[in-house]
C-alpha cells in the first residue's frame, strides 16, 4: 500500500514536469504570428518589387514562343556626314589595326552631326576605315568612317517593339544596367517563390488540396521534359 501511494503521489509531479518541458501553446502561437507577419511583409513587398518584371517576362515568353507568327517590318535608317578635316588629320595618327575607341573629339563629333553615340565604345580599325558595331534590342546598327575621305556613314535597322521586348527579354544588347537589373529581378521573384512556398506549408493543415496542387505544378513540366522533349 505504501508503495501505491507513492507511486500515485510521483504521477502528477511526473505530469507537471513534462508540462514544463512542452512549449506553452501561447508562446507557439506568438512564434507563428511572428513568422507569418514577417513571410506577408516580404511575400508582398518582393512581389510589388518583381511585379512589372514579371508582367514583361510572362508577356514576352508567349511572344518569343510565337516569334515565327509574328509578323517584323524592319526599317532601316541610314545617315552620312563628312568628319571635319582637322579631326580627320587626328584619325591619320590613329592605330591601323586596333579596337581602341575612337578618340574623344571624334565621339563628340559623331553624337552632334549624327546623333550617335560610339565614345567608349571597341572598333574594328583597319588602315581604310574605322567600323563601329551598334547593336540594339530589337534592331542592329553600325557607323563607318572612311580614313581618306572622312565620309563617315551611320545605319540603324529596327525590327518593331514586340522585337525590342524580346531581346529585352533574353538581356540581349540592353548593357550593363538591364544585365543588373535582371539579377536584382531574380532575386526578387526568388524571395517571391520561397516566401509564397513557406506560407502555404503555414496554412497547408487548413488547405487539403494545396501540395497535390503543388506536386502538379512540379510533375507536369517534367513529365512533359521526359516523354516530349527529345
Known amino acids: 500500500m505504501t508503495e501505491i501511494a507513492a507511486q500515485r503521489q510521483a504521477e502528477p509531479a511526473a505530469q507537471a514536469s513534462h508540462q514544463a518541458t512542452k512549449p506553452p501553446k501561447a508562446a507557439l502561437n506568438a512564434a507563428r504570428a511572428f513568422w507569418l507577419k514577417q513571410l506577408h ?8 518589387v518583381s511585379l512589372s518584371g514579371l508582367i ?8 518569343l514562343n510565337h516569334a515565327a507568327a509574328i509578323p517584323a ?12 578635316a582637322p579631326l580627320l588629320e587626328r584619325l591619320a595618327g590613329f592605330a ?19 546623333q550617335v553615340q560610339i565614345a567608349g565604345k571597341p572598333t574594328e580599325t583597319t588602315a581604310e ?33 514586340i522585337a525590342y521586348l524580346n531581346d529585352l527579354h533574353k538581356g540581349r544588347n540592353a548593357g550593363s544596367v538591364w544585365f ?36 502538379l505544378g512540379l510533375l507536369i513540366p517534367v513529365v512533359i521534359a521526359l516523354i516530349f522533349i527529345h
Open 129 to 161: 576605315e574605322i567600323y563601329v558595331a551598334l547593336p540594339t534590342p530589337g534592331g542592329d546598327g553600325w557607323l563607318t568612317i572612311d580614313r581618306s575621305t572622312g565620309e563617315a556613314v551611320h545605319e540603324k535597322t529596327t525590327r518593331g517593339w
Open 56 to 63: 514583361l517576362f510572362a508577356v514576352t515568353g508567349i511572344t
Open 96 to 114: 591601323d589595326e586596333t579596337t581602341d575607341p575612337v578618340p574623344d573629339a571624334v565621339a563628340r563629333w559623331s553624337v552632334e552631326a549624327m
Open 180 to 215: 543588373w537589373f535582371i539579377d536584382v529581378f531574380a532575386v526578387a521573384c526568388t524571395i517571391f517563390a520561397l516566401t509564397g512556398l513557406a506560407l502555404m506549408w503555414l496554412h497547408a493543415k487548413g488547405r487539403p488540396s494545396t501540395w497535390p496542387l503543388a506536386a
Open 73 to 84: 517590318e524592319p526599317v532601316t535608317v541610314e545617315r552620312t556626314a563628312t568628319l571635319p
Open 41 to 48: 511583409s516580404w511575400h508582398w513587398i518582393s512581389a510589388a
